[in-house]
């Protein structure tokens, strides 16, 4: 089984950009395809966005598109989301999510259903303030 750490959480500026790292260990990485989600408070977990195993594949939800990447490099065993122009809506607890099978699914329902998903890390929290 696969264990997922976040890191790279912290306090910034609207407008300002971050990257959040997702790493893991105890599988192999590249089997895995790979999901970020956030959390406001008092808010449902909401799906960011997702990456296959090769990092070839990748989708971003609507409300950050444009602003918010995947990445992955999986010699590092680490996937990566790239956040840039952010807003105080993006205050969230941002968690990385991985399920086995590297192949994106092709129900954007399925894509964004946290039950899809069994491996979670413990998430890092990210604020933006204006």
């Known amino acids: 089984q696969v264990q997922v750490v976040e890191s790279g959480g912290g306090l910034v500026q609207a407008g300002d950009s971050l990257r959040l790292s997702c790493t893991a260990s105890?599988?192999?990485?590249?089997?895995?395809?790979t999901a970020w989600f956030r959390q406001a408070p008092g808010k449902e977990r909401e799906f960011v966005a997702i990456?296959?195993?090769?990092?070839?594949?990748?989708f971003t939800a609507g409300s950050v598109k444009g602003r918010f990447t995947a990445s992955r490099d999986n010699a590092k065993n680490s996937v990566y989301l790239t956040m840039n122009s952010l807003e105080p809506e993006d205050t969230a607890v941002y968690y990385c999510?991985?399920?086995?099978?590297?192949?994106?699914?092709?129900?954007?329902?399925?894509?964004?259903?946290?039950?899809?998903?069994?491996?979670w890390g413990q998430g890092t929290q990210v604020t933006v303030s204006s």
């Open positions: 999510a991985a399920e086995l099978g590297p192949i994106l699914p092709a129900s954007a329902r399925n894509r964004a259903n946290p039950n899809q998903y069994h491996f």
């Open positions: 105890g599988s192999t990485f590249s089997n895995y395809r």
């Open positions: 990456i296959s195993g090769s990092g070839r594949s990748s």
